[in-house]
């Protein structure tokens, strides 16, 4: 074998593992940022696990938030409408989602009727209470992105027919939405 030959059977050898590792030096922030972003280890349907995570996560945040600011506002667990809820969480995690989201939904049109009842006649709809909710100005920012956050994860259960939201995820959905049904009724009598 002489030298040439021996140079390109090197070449070969080392082309696959040489390029993998240029690939994955020259994507490292992308990579460690796609990791940054994932909170849990199991993914049910594409991204949609982790972003129902997330929102999770950063809907409790904004209670938190609310929570520093005034009383604490999670009710009682042994609340009959939050246990119905609760079982009904571990029979079909999704309707439980869909079920509390209701519940919310129903307070923010009594907040909009209440506090805004011209803009609130106009909406024709329970879901348009965002739209009042967001112009008014007695309505902390946290709450709203709670809100917010709570809707897309209701949006993401319902409009994605093969995801399934764990027994936790819902039962917890259901603890945040309730609180904040409950800082939207507090909000609503201190105005």
Same mark, same amino acid.
């Given at each position: 074998?002489?030298a040439?030959?021996a140079?390109? !059977? ?32 199991? /993914? ?7 972003t ?7 809907a ?15 009710? @009682?667990?042994?609340?009959p !409408? ?14 439980? /989602? ?7 939904? @129903? ?6 009727r209440?506090?805004?009842? @011209? ?5 024709r ?6 739209d ?25 259960? /319902? ?10 995820d819902?039962?917890?959905? /259901? ?17």
């Amino acid at each position: 074998m002489d030298a040439l030959t021996a140079i390109v !059977e090197l070449v070969k050898a080392l082309a696959w593992p040489a390029s993998a590792f240029a690939i994955i030096f020259l994507l490292r922030r992308a990579i460690l940022r796609l990791i940054d972003s994932i909170r849990e280890g199991r /993914v049910k349907y594409k991204d949609v696990e982790f972003t129902f995570k997330r929102d999770l996560e950063q809907a409790r945040e904004s209670i938190k938030k609310i929570e520093t600011i005034t009383p604490p506002a999670l009710p @009682a667990p042994q609340e009959p !409408e939050i246990d119905d809820l609760m079982a009904l969480a571990q029979l079909s995690p999704r309707a439980a /989602v869909v079920e509390a989201w209701i519940r919310l939904e @129903a307070a923010g049109a009594e907040f909009a009727r209440k506090h805004a009842p @011209a803009e609130a006649s106009r909406q024709r709809r329970p879901s348009m209470f965002l739209d009042v909710l967001r112009r008014h100005e007695s309505i902390p920012t946290a709450v709203m992105t709670a809100i917010q956050k709570l809707r897309d994860i209701r949006n993401r259960t /319902v409009h994605t027919p093969d995801f399934q939201p764990s027994v936790d995820d819902a039962e917890e959905y /259901v603890l945040l939405t309730f609180a904040v049904v409950e800082d939207l009724r507090r909000i609503s009598e201190q105005t």
